[in-house]
């Protein structure tokens, strides 16, 4: 059965501190995707990568940055959190050639104070 | 650039009753189209997809929707509602022939169904 997890439900950070957000498969897909969902915005692309070390900016990729060393590893970083990047993160992977459709794993909330 | 438009963002039928999601997109070329559900503190599951063929697709759960070219439309339906319905359900295209597969998502529609 596909799988995507993510480090944290939850999470509380304070402005300003560094902020990583963990996503894994278990599924050798070569494509992740990192989105943010907020009311009524439906969900915007971050930044999403085609394969190891690779990474493409999303529609909103301000004030965050991924890393992708293994292929089943994609992680979410925010150099310095600030209060509106307070919203929920979900990580998606998808087999490459694919029809588009992509796993998506729980969702991180994320809270900046 | 691809746009998706999900009219309401909260929808309310009883239970039994018929459900009717709106979905409309912009393209002048027939993009991918999907449907994805998100339950209470759950990430997005596929619900139904259409690439190709047949226009009238079946999901899981007894939800169905139907790719109206003309109307650029993929409106979602379930004959009766079901309390376990209850959900928040995204529209999503990708372009055909874009390598990417990028997804645009609608703003989402929440379904409450009542007792």
């Known amino acids: 059965d596909v799988k995507v997890t993510q480090s944290s439900r939850y999470l509380v950070k304070r402005t300003g501190e560094k902020v990583f957000l963990e996503c894994v498969q278990d599924m050798d897909h070569e494509n992740m995707f990192w989105y943010r969902q907020d009311p009524g915005l439906g969900l915007r692309l971050i930044y999403f990568s085609y394969d190891v070390k690779m990474k493409e900016k999303g529609d909103i990729p301000e004030g965050y940055s991924v890393s992708r060393e293994k292929k089943e590893r994609f992680s979410l970083i925010l150099e310095s959190a600030s209060t509106n990047q307070t919203s929920m993160y979900l990580c998606?992977?998808?087999?490459?050639?694919?029809?588009?459709?992509?796993?998506f794993g729980p969702g991180t909330r994320l809270l900046v104070l | 650039a691809q746009s998706v438009t999900q009219l309401g963002s909260h929808v309310s039928v009883s239970e039994g009753a018929l459900v009717l999601l709106r979905c409309n997109y912009s393209s002048s070329v027939p993009p991918y189209l999907f449907w994805y559900v998100q339950y209470p503190n759950q990430g997005l599951q596929l619900l139904l997809k259409?690439?190709?063929?047949?226009?009238l697709v079946k999901g899981i759960n007894g939800f169905e929707a139907e790719f109206k070219k003309s109307e650029t439309s993929f409106h979602l339906t379930k004959p009766s509602a079901h309390m376990s319905d209850a959900a928040e359900y995204f529209c999503?295209?990708?372009?055909?022939?874009?390598?990417?597969?990028?997804?645009?998502f609608g703003g989402g529609t929440r379904l409450m169904v009542k007792p």
């Open positions: 999503a295209v990708s372009d055909r022939g874009n390598a990417g597969n990028m997804l645009t």
């Open positions: 998606a992977s998808r087999l490459a050639g694919s029809h588009g459709t992509q796993y």
């Open positions: 259409y690439t190709t063929g047949a226009t």
